[in-house]
Nanobody, 117 residues
């Protein structure tokens, strides 16, 4: 059974940094595309960043140059380093996994990030 557990959210001031982590289990992690999405109150869930099994990265324009996604296949973890945070980054952040081959998609429970101005 696939399980994704996020951690690292919290309340910070604008300009500060946070590092989110997602621990994955129950799948062949190294082959799968991993990603971070976020959902602000009253808004649709949106892509933040993805990283493929081969290490290719993709970012939303709104976070380019500020956020960095990374993965550690030995530890089955994916991280999101968030720098220069802005109030508009406030949202629940979700870890996402798309399994290689089957295309099945899984979500974590989410972690709240709140950036005060």
């Amino acid at each position: 059974q696939v399980q994704l557990v996020e951690s690292g959210g919290g309340l910070v001031q604008a300009g500060e940094s946070l590092r989110l982590s997602c621990a994955a289990s129950g799948s062949t992690f190294s082959l799968n595309r991993m990603g971070w999405y976020r959902q602000a109150p009253g808004k649709e869930r949106e892509l933040v960043a993805t990283i493929s099994g081969g290490g290719s990265k993709n970012y939303a324009d709104s976070v380019k140059g500020r956020f960095t996604i990374s993965r550690d296949n030995a530890k089955n973890t994916v991280c999101l380093q968030m720098n220069s945070l802005k109030p508009e980054d406030t949202a629940v952040y979700y870890c996402n996994e798309i399994q290689y081959g089957s295309g099945r998609q899984y979500w974590g429970q989410g972690t709240q990030v709140t950036v005060s101005s």
